[in-house]
């Protein structure tokens, strides 16, 4: 099992930035693709960006050039880089991991949330 903790929501203005991190523990070795999601009131959840082990990463259009998803092996935690944020951007995110036992592409994968595990989410609030 895989344990996952978000920190680093918050309140910023439009055009600011914020970085998210998200630690891992448990049984890390296990684990083969990450991403962040999020979901504002009243909306679906959306795939932001995902990474796999290989350092490949795909992102959802609307934060292209604009977010950067990253991941430190050696502390074992996952960093999502959101620059020019946007009131659109207010949302809860979500960090998420996969053994990637299930045979899906990244961008499929983060498109339709194939992902084992889940965090309990951290606010992100952008005013403009």
């Known amino acids: 099992h895989v344990q996952l903790v978000e920190s680093g929501g918050g309140s910023v203005q439009g055009g600011g930035s914020l970085r998210l991190s998200c630690a891992a523990s448990g049984n890390t070795n296990s684990i083969y693709f990450m991403g962040w999601f999020r979901q504002a009131p009243g909306k679906e959840r959306e795939g932001v960006a995902a990474f796999d082990r290989d350092g490949s990463t795909s992102y959802v259009d609307s934060v292209k050039g604009r977010f950067t998803i990253s991941k430190d092996n050696a502390k074992n935690t996952l960093y999502l880089q959101m620059n020019s944020l946007q009131p659109e951007d207010t949302a809860v995110y979500y960090c998420?991991?996969?053994?990637?036992?299930?045979?899906?592409?990244?961008?499929?994968?983060?498109?339709?949330?194939?992902?084992?595990?889940w965090g309990q989410g951290t606010q992100v609030t952008v005013s403009s």
């Open positions: 998420a991991a996969d053994p990637g036992i299930v045979r899906v592409g990244l961008a499929t994968r983060l498109r339709d949330a194939v992902f084992r595990y």
